[in-house]
């Protein structure tokens, strides 16, 4: 069993920063990877960011890239997601993801957090 819980959302100005934690308790043999997903009201869950389980290969969608950085800490079993400059389109709850399956990092997460609101104000 794998458990991941998500802190570290809140409300920010545009412009702003916030870091993101994703806590992770259960096994890691064989897990390939660890993202980031976003979904806002009314719209559908996107693919934020990954990070491979050896660290070699980071991914970000277009609309984060260049602002947002995911990072591991291995020895705290946590995933970050450094969130900077803020804009009013990045408001969503913020999910964290392990998969395990083979494929592509942007889709195909086993196991899914229970999410943290991030609220971007102007």
């Known amino acids: 069993q794998v458990q991941l819980v998500e802190s570290g959302g809140g409300l920010v100005q545009a412009g702003g920063s916030l870091r993101l934690s994703c806590a992770d308790s259960g096994r890691t043999f064989s897990r390939i990877a660890m993202g980031w997903f976003r979904q806002a009201p009314g719209k559908e869950r996107e693919f934020v960011a990954a990070?491979?389980?050896?660290?070699?290969?980071?991914y970000y969608a277009d609309s984060v890239k260049g602002r947002f950085t995911i990072s591991r800490d291995n020895a705290k079993n946590t995933v970050y997601l450094q969130m900077n400059s803020l804009k009013l389109e990045d408001t969503a709850v913020y999910y964290c993801?392990?998969?395990?399956?083979?494929?592509?990092?942007?889709?195909?997460?086993?196991?899914w957090g229970q999410g943290t609101q991030v609220t971007v104000s102007s």
């Open positions: 990070i491979s389980w050896s660290g070699d290969s980071i």
């Open positions: 993801a392990a998969k395990y399956k083979s494929g592509s990092y942007y889709y195909s997460y086993d196991y």
